[in-house]
């Protein structure tokens, strides 16, 4: 999948590369992103304030303002094939 990364605290750093799928985990809900925003955060990620990397990865992925549509949920989960729904951090 195609995602917008950067290397944190590396100003200018941003890059828009081929990733892996991220592993889907046991009770995940499954959503296709829609649409992505570009916030106040993200301004000073990109300009190398702050910032981490998930463990054992060197690039953080931007995207935390998404709306998505979810595609596979498991029955307990509250939500449903369909449901429009926004990513929290």
């Known amino acids: ?3 917008v990364t950067l290397a944190p605290r590396q100003a200018r750093s941003l890059d828009l590369e081929e ?4 592993q889907r985990e046991q009770g995940a809900v499954l959503v296709r992103t ?3 925003g570009i916030c106040g ?3 000073e990620l990109i ?3 702050y910032g981490e ?8 992925v931007l995207g935390h303002e998404s709306l998505g549509r ?8 509250g939500f449903a094939t369909g449901d429009l729904v926004v990513g929290i951090v």
Not at 19 to 22: G, L, M, Q, R, T
């Open 53 to 60: 990397a998930p463990p054992g990865r060197e690039r953080l």
């Open 70 to 77: 979810v595609i596979a949920a498991p029955p307990s989960s």
């Open 41 to 43: 955060t993200d301004r």
């Open 47 to 49: 300009d190398g304030i």
């Open 19 to 22: 990733i892996d799928e991220p």
């Open 34 to 36: 829609l649409a992505l």
């Open 1 to 3: 999948m195609r995602a």
